[in-house]
């Protein structure tokens, strides 16, 4: 028995993760819905990764700040948030090209019978006033990313202050140093925990398989595949955003490759935050760039949403017959972008996005029920886009950084 485990622990984590994969993916099709008898080994996963996302953003932030000059906070935080909102637009144009290209929904029909109701959009103005929170327990309680991000600055610009003032030198060295050990022993923790994630994921993905069945896969087959090819297409524009920034390829899919991997089983961008903070630290990029980045990509950078808004908003107008005009286009990518920033970090949110959407093109709300069975499906391969659009927006920010840092250094 300790020969296995052994050879378990010495294989590489890509090799294990893959052998999950495809183990959870046949239990799924023999089984069916009797492999949710292995969820609570999923769910084990989530929690497991929950657990870590406060330590780690928290202590990674604070360190990072420290790490770097006040005042290019501010800049590589201006280059984080236009990277994500020009991508999420150019994700939706993607999602819109591909998606009437093939057009799929074209020659179905619509059951008008099937309500849905559609989740409230909590609105700009909420997300952008839940970035300070009212209460700091509460924004760590509710994994209130944003609330989380906010606290760290303040405390990290706090003891950077510290560290810097004449009469409180000593005493902002020491809480320095006590948070720079809470990071290593969280990152000890994260060791641990990464052992795990293929047991995590094979449960997850057996479960999922089982539960949807082919009959889904193959009513909505259509639908399903334009939209994995509008994502493909959507890594194919990173790819060539990679090497124009001159970021090694090859070296980010080797380190990218894990958090995507759990993020397509998990369907969770926040959950999958440790994993692709550990991908972000193990690539080199600096502390304080993706201690921010990262989270904050979690919960607004989403261009594997911006996508499925597009092509379902396609799907919904080629049912009624009543195909999109290039105005209508136009309104989809403006109000598409802003949707994907209005429901941040709400449950559901890929759902309540379409249905904005939906609403301001007059398209049916019987869609989007419709779209619900298939939730999981291409939730899947979303979640795995939005988590690789983070970390090559990341890579590429730190490349401009450190050109930033060598022309100034050159100039000095």
Known sequence: MKPIWRGYINASLIVKITVALVLGIIVGIIFGQEASVLSPFGDLLIRLLKFLIIPLILFTLIVGVNHTKIGNLGRMGGKVFLYYLLTSALAIVVGLAVASFFDPGTGMSLDTEEAFEVPDNPGVTSVLLSIVPDNIVTAFSELNLLGIIFTALAFGIAISLLRSSKEHAELGQHLYKVVDALNEATLAIMKVILQYVPIGIFAMIATTVGNQGMDTLLSLGDMILVLYVALFVQ??????????????????????????????????????????????????????????????????????????????????????????????????????????????????????????????????????????????????????????????????????????????????
């Open 235 to 412: 890594v194919g524009v990173y790819i060539v955003f990679m090497l124009l920034s001159k970021v090694n390829i090859g070296q980010f899919f080797v380190q990218a490759r894990t958090p995507m991997i759990t993020a397509f089983v998990t369907q969770s961008s926040s959950g999958t935050l440790p994993l692709t903070l550990n991908a972000a630290k193990n690539l080199g990029l600096s502390k304080s760039l993706y201690g921010f980045s990262l989270p904050l990509g979690a919960t607004v950078n989403m261009d594997g949403a911006a996508i499925r808004i597009a092509v379902s908003a396609v799907f919904a107008a080629n049912l009624v017959g009543d195909p999109l005009s290039f105005a209508d286009m136009l309104v989809v990518v403006l109000v598409g972008t802003l949707a994907s920033v209005g429901t941040a970090g709400v449950p559901g949110a890929g759902i309540i996005m379409i249905a904005t959407v939906f609403a301001q093109l007059g398209l049916p709300m019987e869609a989007v029920g419709l779209l619900v069975a298939i939730d999981a499906i291409v939730g899947m391969g979303c979640t795995a886009l939005n988590v690789t659009g983070d970390l090559v927006g990341t890579s590429i920010i730190n490349k401009t950084e450190k050109q930033q840092d060598n022309y100034t250094l050159s100039n000095e």
